[in-house]
């Protein structure tokens, strides 16, 4: 089959989505099925289009043999609800003229958030014939709304409609954790709904018991966060954190990536000396990192919204067995505990994250051990290998073997 996938975020950028639709787009190439991604000029975390795509309107290329059309996009970022809206329709509106560019597709993949490119799906649909699959990994508008992001209630009621529109009208929707499924499934008339999950490739990011990379001091005990320094993180608490074990020479904090809170995150650390900023690494380097790391950090904000959330960077520090400090509740916090693989901790206290972070400063030979069951667990169960060809199955689409000569 021939799957176009819709998103407006696709590597060379940094990030969660980035990584998993590549990831998502090869495997389905080497399972013998046709790939092509409509994706809008990389400007993601700082809002700028990057060097050598400004003033461009269509750009075709390919990123790890993936072909991928670029489109036009107003790039911001930011708390300006305004100026964020603008971003978002200018490539709900170009991606359209993207989606007619390439080989029919048989199915429309879309990535939401944002929200709106369901509109542009929906569209396509009609244009090429072609049904479309509406992927949510973060609820839309409930996220933006518990973190305050979006208060004007006609956007809020806008928005609401919309999401209904989306999933009706979609031939499945998938939901990358049981949360978010159970939380779509109560909608009304909703189309089927699908668990696809954050997956990992495990062939790229396993340990690497020699790495030194820049920035990390060897002989430290580093616990290291990894991502986009956006408000939903709440990345305080790690700032706090640091403050409690200022004393404990043998401790650092690494925190790798950028995003729109990074400068105020600076600057509630500024004269610590045990946490250091690091730029963005590309996706190749970070398995040197992870393995570095006495273990890695993942917050996110105290809302009721996260206890269905399941962070995706979780997979690529346990895929190099380096264990998890996860600073939040509900399901990552069952996953992690249950399988021994890290510590959860209660969001937005750093009291207790600096006591698992101690916990482990202390017993390397615990971080081992939690490290080597996290391996355990996401090449059973979470390798992209077997969660597409899970999918592919219950989405009944065909499910071809690897082509030959191909891992």
């Not at 021994?340 to 206290?349: D, F, N, Q, R, T």
Request: charged share 20%; with cysteine; hydrophobic share 45%.
């Amino acid at each position: 089959m021939r799957f176009l996938i819709l998103t407006q975020y696709f590597p060379p950028e940094v990030g969660a989505p980035q990584v998993r639709l590549l990831a998502m787009a090869k495997e389905l190439l080497r399972r013998g099925h046709d790939v092509d991604v409509v994706t809008a000029m990389p400007n993601y975390p700082r809002g700028e289009v990057f060097e050598g795509y400004r003033g461009k309107w269509l750009v075709r290329e390919e990123v790890d043999g993936v072909p991928v059309t670029r489109t036009w996009i107003h790039a911001a970022t930011g708390t300006n609800v305004l100026n964020r809206l603008l971003s978002y329709w200018s490539f709900t509106l170009s991606a359209v003229w993207g989606c007619v560019r390439v080989p029919k597709p048989d199915l429309v993949f879309v990535e939401s958030p944002p929200l709106f490119l369901g509109m542009t799906a929906c569209v396509v649909s009609r244009l090429r014939g072609a049904p479309y699959i509406f992927n949510v990994s973060d609820l839309w508008p409930e996220s933006a709304v518990q973190l305050g992001i979006v208060t004007n209630h006609t956007l809020i009621s806008f928005a609401g409609a919309l999401e209904r529109f989306c999933y009706r009208h979609a031939r499945t929707v998938c939901a990358v954790t049981e949360g978010i499924r159970d939380a779509i499934a109560k909608v009304p008339k909703s189309a089927p709904v699908v668990l696809l999950p954050n997956g990992v490739d495990v062939q790229t990011f396993r340990r690497l018991p020699d790495a030194s990379p820049e920035g990390i001091d060897p002989g430290k005990a580093t616990f290291m966060f990894a991502g986009t320094h956006g408000y939903a993180q709440g990345l305080d608490v790690i700032v706090e954190a640091a403050r409690r074990l200022v004393t404990r020479s043998d401790i650092a904090f690494a925190l790798i990536g950028d995003g729109p809170d990074k400068e105020r995150v600076k600057g509630l650390a500024h004269l610590l000396p045990n946490i250091r900023f690091l730029d963005p690494v590309p996706v190749s380097s970070m398995p040197a990192y992870f393995s570095a790391c006495r273990a890695s950090i993942v917050p996110l904000r105290k809302l009721d919204l996260f206890k269905g959330a399941r962070p995706s960077k979780i997979l690529p520090s346990l895929a190099c067995e380096t264990p998890v400090i996860y600073a939040g509740e509900g399901e990552t916090a069952g996953l992690i505990d249950d399988k021994g693989c890290g510590i959860s901790v209660p969001p937005e206290c750093p009291e207790k994250l600096a006591d698992a972070v101690v916990k482990l400063a202390d017993d390397a030979g615990l971080a081992r051990k939690m490290g080597a069951r996290g391996r355990e667990l996401v090449s059973a169960e979470y390798s992209w290998e077997g969660i597409i060809g899970r999918w592919l199955g219950e989405m009944n689409i065909p499910v071809p073997s690897p082509r030959r000569g191909e891992v």
